[in-house]
């Protein structure tokens, strides 16, 4: 009963919020504006969408508790952790939205918030760590906090790096909260939170709203912590070399870009158009087409995994689709401009 009154209540407030969202991006204002470089978008976009999974991810959290019903949500201090570093994120992202911070800063302000959070909570830290065709488990000792602190700020730059398209870190986002409903990770609080994104992608699709950073950062926070917690909590725990499979396609982009940013003596966090999704669109001219095309390879090596295939030949199968496809788009790209 006490579920069926959240569920209900979490969908009547994001409900609200998408039809008063105009009223509620002008209170705000805080907007993303076009700059013909990066930002190709052609009018001033709201920059909030972050800032509303946050009030749901606080809203969630106080009904729970108001409501007594703390077999759906983290045990221990978990639930902390989550806020606290979900909100350090956020509001890194979201400055970094308004002022453009330099990619040291960005990167020196997520070591800070890490560091504070494993410090504080240690049981955020992994141990070692348990691969699925392996026997033993492999022990971190020592360099456990720098395994943490590798794997949150690689995950929030690896997510913010796919968000170039509106809906695609949404539905990326959506689809793996879609797997922690199934193993049964906390499933009633997935879903609360799925209906906040659902809204949100919405508004993001009509180019109401943006996530920004902020939003990229936050979401980067929930999952990570949450893998972390399944591994340390559930039986049916996902193996790490498992997590990679789900995260695979926005990893390799991510080494890509930074092998390609390194080569051209850029900065390796610099951000630019050479993202998967940008030479996807470059080359079909259709938003609509390049997020399912994405979403598709993404979703790909987990459709493989959940079919039982090894993981090596996961790898290898979805290593030579992705660089498949980017080497016969950028042969595309190069014989289209020498025609011109």
């Known amino acids: ?19 008063k969202f105009q009223k509620l991006s002008s209170f705000f204002k805080v907007l993303d504006k076009p700059d013909k470089k990066l930002k190709k978008h052609k009018n001033p976009v709201s920059l909030i969408g972050g800032f509303i999974i946050l009030i749901n991810l606080y809203l969630i959290f106080f009904l729970i508790k108001l409501l007594n019903l ?7 201090n978990f639930s902390n952790i989550i806020l606290i570093l979900g909100s ?19 990167l020196f ?3 800070i918030s890490i560091f504070f959070v494993t410090f504080f909570f240690p049981e955020i830290k992994l141990e070692n760590i348990k691969i699925s065709f392996l026997k033993n488990h492999y022990s971190f000792g020592n360099f456990s906090f720098i395994f943490i602190l590798l794997s949150f700020a690689l995950l929030a730059n690896a997510l913010n790096m796919f968000d170039g398209i509106n809906l695609q870190l949404i539905c990326f986002t959506l689809f793996i909260f879609v797997i922690f409903i199934l193993k049964g990770f906390l499933p009633i609080f997935f879903i609360l939170l799925s209906i906040s994104l659902i809204f949100l992608g919405l508004l993001n699709y009509q180019n109401k709203v943006f996530i920004g950073d902020g939003g990229c950062y936050l979401i980067s926070s929930i999952i990570g912590s949450t893998f972390i917690y399944q591994y340390k909590t559930f039986d049916n725990f996902l193996f790490g070399d498992q997590i990679f499979i789900i995260l695979l396609i926005p990893s390799i982009d991510m080494f890509r870009l930074f092998l390609v940013r390194i080569i051209k003596k850029k900065h390796p966090f610099k951000g630019d158009l050479n993202h998967l999704h940008h030479i996807i669109d470059g080359f079909i001219k259709n938003k609509n087409l390049t997020i399912l095309i994405t979403l598709s390879l993404c979703i790909f090596p987990t459709f493989l995994m959940f079919l039982k295939l090894e993981t090596y030949i996961i790898l290898f199968l979805s290593l030579i689709i992705y660089l498949s496809l980017i080497l016969f788009l950028e042969f595309k ?4 401009k020498g025609s011109e």
């Open 1 to 19: 009963m006490e579920n069926s009154f959240l569920l209900i209540l979490i969908f009547f407030l994001n409900l609200i919020i998408f039809f």
């Open 70 to 76: 703390n077999n759906i949500i983290f045990e221990g």
């Open 88 to 106: 350090t994120f956020f509001v890194i992202g979201f400055l970094d939205d308004l002022k453009n911070l330099s990619p040291n800063i960005k």
């Open 109 to 111: 302000l997520i070591i």
């Open 333 to 336: 790209k190069k014989n289209y």
